[in-house]
């Protein structure tokens, strides 16, 4: 997989700090399942955490905090399992939200082919699994916010560029873009959008209930 | 900025005797019962691989010392009060002792893994969104990353909190917002203005290590 798209260091600090809402966390997570550059850049901002913490002015503990903490102690945790990959597309993050492998997402049609399933994460943002058949095009739209689109499988080219697997577009309010799925196998990703689309066209904006975006 | 700048691979041998010299500081420093402000970064990652390979209770006191009150005033200065502040950072030691088999001193040094344990506890106390983590990396228990790799990684780390300290104090604001505060992802600063490409490019090398013994 050789990706071409990474994480922005305001996002991947965001994500780091621990700062972010749900549906952006998840999609993260899971092009970091991918990749390790940006993995190793993660360690970077994780290190500013420690060196932050670090600096705090220390705040004296209880008289009898070590000796409870002590107490509390049992037997260390398991060697852990490593967490079989139970998807060739889906990482374990996302393996973990859909309940199983790509088999077990429960598809809703939205049209011209296109199939979503809505993530259950918290307000703030939406994640949802967009499936579009090669060679389709998606409902044109905009944005009020920011949308992060992952792709896991296939690959679409909007005005921008063309995104591959691995490949995070970020597109912020001010891009207007209509993504086209590549031919060759269908395009499956994983989209975060912090506030609801706009779509540009009449069929589009009657569909959008159906969307719950 | 993350840029790649290459770093100079250090001759292995002396630096590894120089991990083994700290350790072996650490331990006497240990059984003499006193850990000072002259302990090292190095030796905070010592400890807590005592505290992985032995079950070490007087390695974990020692980390409980320097960490804990950092932890409780990391916590009170994102929100929380002193009473949740305190059972939380217990909270985050006990974990320290529960997960100690996950440190990799390659990856991340002593107060950098902490921090994320800190980080991933405030979340819950503090009903934060929720944050899933990427696919784990695990290698099995017979493999050990070099040691001259950790030593230089908390190096850097803590060449990084030095050059934090030197930030000119506007550009420092922002981060600690980022860390400490709500600060929105839009406002938060692209650019550190830090230098985290050497600490970038040493954790990429100990990560392709660690794909090549997994596959
Ligand atoms: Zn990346």
């Given at each position: 997989m050789t990706i071409r798209h990474h994480i922005t260091d305001q996002l991947l600090m965001g994500y780091s700090a621990g700062q972010l809402p749900e549906a952006f966390n998840l999609v993260i997570a899971a092009h970091l399942s991918f990749c390790d550059e940006c993995r190793a850049r993660l360690g970077a901002f994780d290190a500013i955490g420690g060196a932050l913490m670090g600096e705090c002015d220390s705040v004296a503990m209880m008289e009898s905090s070590l000796t409870a903490t002590l107490d509390r102690l049992t037997q260390p945790a398991p060697a852990p399992r490593l967490r079989r990959k139970a998807c060739k597309v889906l990482p374990a993050p996302l393996v973990d939200y859909v309940g199983g492998d790509l088999a077990s997402v429960k598809w809703r049609s939205i049209g011209m082919g296109v199939r979503q399933a809505i993530l259950p994460t918290d307000a703030g943002a939406t994640a949802r699994l967009l499936y579009i058949p090669a060679g389709q095009k998606v409902a044109d739209h905009s944005h009020r916010g920011m949308e992060l689109t992952l792709v896991l499988q296939g690959a679409f080219s909007d005005e921008t560029d063309r995104f591959g697997p691995g490949d995070l577009e970020i597109a912020n309010d001010d891009l207007h873009h209509q993504p086209v799925a590549e031919e060759g196998p269908d395009c499956i990703c994983l989209a975060a959008t912090e506030a609801p689309?706009?779509?540009?066209?009449?069929?589009?904006?009657?569909?959008?209930?159906?969307?719950r975006i | 900025m993350l840029d790649t700048a290459p770093f100079q691979k250090a001759d292995a041998l002396t630096a590894s005797r120089h991990y083994a010299a700290a350790s072996a500081a650490v331990c006497l420093?240990?059984?003499?019962?006193?850990?000072?402000?002259?302990?090292?970064?190095?030796?905070?990652?010592?400890?807590?691989?005592?505290?992985?390979?032995?079950?070490?209770?007087?390695?974990?006191?020692a980390l409980f010392r320097h960490f804990a009150p950092r932890i409780k005033g990391f916590l009170m200065k994102s929100g929380a009060s002193a009473t949740l502040a305190e059972e939380c950072a217990q909270d985050v030691m006990a974990t320290l002792w529960q997960k100690a088999h996950l440190f990799d001193p390659a990856r991340a040094s002593a107060a950098t893994w902490i921090f994320t344990i800190a980080r991933n506890r405030r979340i819950d106390a503090l009903r934060?969104?929720?944050?899933?983590?990427?696919?784990?990396?695990?290698?099995?228990?017979?493999?050990?990353?070099?040691?001259?790799e950790a030593l230089e990684l908390s190096q850097d780390t803590e060449r990084l909190g030095e050059a934090l300290a030197l930030l000119p104090q506007k550009q420092r604001d922002l981060i600690e917002r980022a860390y400490f505060h709500d600060l929105s992802h839009s406002e938060i600063a692209t650019e550190t203005g830090l230098p985290l490409g050497t600490i970038k490019s040493r954790i990429r090398l100990a990560l392709e290590r660690l794909r090549h013994k997994m596959s």
């Open positions: 689309l706009r779509f540009n066209g009449l069929l589009p904006r009657l569909a959008q209930p159906f969307l | 420093r240990q059984k003499g019962k006193s850990v000072s402000s002259e302990t090292t970064p190095e030796d905070w990652s010592a400890l807590i691989l005592r505290v992985r390979d032995t079950q070490d209770k007087a390695a974990f006191a934060k969104s929720r944050r899933p983590e990427p696919e784990e990396l695990t290698w099995g228990p017979e493999a050990e990353p070099d040691q001259h």
